[in-house]
């Protein structure tokens, strides 16, 4: 979705056949997802929030450093390429997953998809504190209760820090409702629902992101979502419905053979970090391409065909970026931190 959402924005002719940004909420059913892993893989396995941090950085951090280097390194050897300004505070700010004003008076980091990293690693923190609590339902309680009394803060003393307009936003509500939606499930309640409550829930989901879309949220190009409240609850409650639906409609303890469709989509998944981090360097190449071959740029077809275009691109250099750094990355850093890891468990 999110791969979708920027290869329609690389060219005004393509944002005028699909003006939608629906791909967008890609990002709020991450969030979503993100909150339920987190306590789904914590539910009945004891654990320190230092080794906790400790994994959650070794997973996000080392990938995330090497491609914030190389980009800044960029933009400092051919400054004419990119419109985009390194100074060293942005730099540090960037590679701590600390929110900051960028350069260009915009709250994001050096490498732009980060954004969505600065929320994630602040959740993390949240969700170690209250690994604390003393069983798997008291964290969840305590993660909502903190999140919550964050938002409520933010809300009758509107900040105007980066760091606390990050922190206080309503965007917090989705890891939240992930992390209830782990609680649900890791208890067996979904199983209840059955595989036709599922398909009605991730159907309504659907149906109500494109309804939100079309008829309540701006929908004009590169719409910034100023207004994080309203976010939350239309494409985040949209996200809460097909996880929820489709962990519904899942059936657990049956093992079948997977289709190759379905391999490759797995495959695409363990390759998803990659993906996020690396397809505006895919989509900026399949532009240039693009521009230099004369292709068209007016039209649905032509349109169409660059967001194929970028599909193939990224998903190509994603996977190979996940095989080639990404996996080897963070099994050497696995392995470096495996007794501390051990220590702290214990």
Sequence with gaps: MVVYHHARDRLPEFIAVLPSPIGQAGVDLFFVISGFIMVVTTWSRPTSAGA????????????YWIYTTLLALFVLLFPSVLKLTVTPGHYLWSMLFIPHMSPFDQVAPLLQPGWTLNYEMFFYCVFAVALAASSAANRVMAVTAMLVCLIAVGWLFPPSDPVLLTYTSPLMLEFVFGAVIGHVYSTGRLDRLGGAAGWTMMTAGVTWAVVATAFILPTQPLFDFGDATIRVTTYGIAGALVVTGALAWETRGRETKPSRLLQFLGLLGDASYSLYLTHLVSIGLLRIAWTKL??????LLWTLAFVAGAFATSFALALAAYKLL?????????????????????
């Design 52 to 63: 906790f941090m400790l994994r959650r950085a070794i997973r996000i951090a080392p990938t």
């Design 294 to 299: 004369g292709l068209g740029t007016e039209g």
């Design 326 to 346: 990404e996996e080897p990355l963070t099994r050497a850093a696995q392995g470096a931190v495996k007794n501390r890891l051990a220590i702290a468990n214990v």
